[in-house]
């Protein structure tokens, strides 16, 4: 075999090799400790806990960061997140981060009340533009399927989505600012509403 070609296949093998190492990594750890709250490859049954399926990586990345330097301070996050994330280095979070992408999101499409349902479509697809509230599907998509750092919101859970919706009121999340404003116009029941439809969707 020509030196050349030998140097190119092994580059391939050990590129190959690190990537399925990262997914065997990734795997590991969400066996051994994700699932605990999260549920296999990140799909949950419980109210309590976020689905991580089908989550843009970058979101997740920024996320893991965020509770690893205890930026994103709300209590759940310091409860469930701070400890655990800060025994994790940046490779893992990144092996994590593609792991769960790449598992296929929840769909429920769950409605308990079709009014509610239906107001929160609106919100979601048109905004309130007399009280300043932007069409949250400019940014989160027309599914709410998420791309980037923007995260997925269609077929999270209503109390997980409620409960951050509600933290943004606050500061415990500050690389959340555009989310900051966005909530000012909104009133709780709006947000029950958008909750609703988004765990439907
Ligand atoms: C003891 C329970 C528990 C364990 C174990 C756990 N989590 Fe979490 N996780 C939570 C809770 C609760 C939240 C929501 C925090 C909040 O409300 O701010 C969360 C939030 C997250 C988020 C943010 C989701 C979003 O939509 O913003 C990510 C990403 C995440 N966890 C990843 C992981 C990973 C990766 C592991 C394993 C290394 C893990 N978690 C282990 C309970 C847990
Ligand atoms: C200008 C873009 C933009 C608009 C408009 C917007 N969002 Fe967001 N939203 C974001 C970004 C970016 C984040 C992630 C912030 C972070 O990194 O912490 C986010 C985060 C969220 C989260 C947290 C999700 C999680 O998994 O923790 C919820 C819930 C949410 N947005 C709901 C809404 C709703 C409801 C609307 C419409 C009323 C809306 N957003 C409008 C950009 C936007």
């Known amino acids: 075999m020509n030196h050349r070609l030998g140097l190119f296949l092994g580059i391939i093998g050990l590129v190959s090799a690190s990537y399925s190492y990262g997914a065997d990594e990734a795997a590991k750890l969400d066996t051994q400790q994700c699932s605990i709250c999260h549920?296999?490859?990140?799909?949950?049954?419980?109210?309590?806990?976020?689905?991580?399926?089908?989550?843009?990586?970058?979101?997740?990345?920024?996320?893991?960061?965020?509770f690893r330097d205890k930026s994103r301070s709300d209590e759940n996050a310091k409860r469930f997140m701070w400890g655990i994330s800060s025994r994790l280095t940046d490779e893992q979070i990144e092996q994590l981060a593609a792991f769960y992408e790449s598992k296929p999101a929840v769909h429920e499409g769950r409605i308990s009340n079709q009014a509610e349902y239906d107001h929160g479509r609106n919100i979601f697809s048109s905004g309130l533009p007399d009280k300043g509230v932007p069409a949250c599907m400019t940014c989160h998509g027309?599914?709410?399927?998420?791309?980037?750092?923007?995260?997925?919101?269609?077929?999270?859970?209503?109390a997980y989505l409620k409960r951050q919706l509600n933290?943004?009121?606050?500061?415990?999340r500050p690389a959340a600012a555009v989310m900051h404003e966005v909530v000012k116009g909104l009133s709780q029941a709006d947000v029950e509403a958008i909750a609703q439809y988004l765990q439907a969707q």
Do not use: C, M, W
């Not at 027309?142 to 269609?154: H, M, N, T």
């Not at 933290?167 to 415990?172: E, Q």
């Open 142 to 158: 027309e599914k709410g399927e998420g791309s980037d750092s923007v995260p997925r919101l269609g077929g999270q859970n209503e």
């Open 167 to 172: 933290v943004f009121y606050g500061n415990d």
């Open 39 to 66: 549920g296999y490859g990140g799909t949950t049954s419980s109210e309590l806990f976020p689905h991580l399926a089908g989550e843009p990586a970058p979101y997740i990345i920024n996320q893991l960061k965020e």
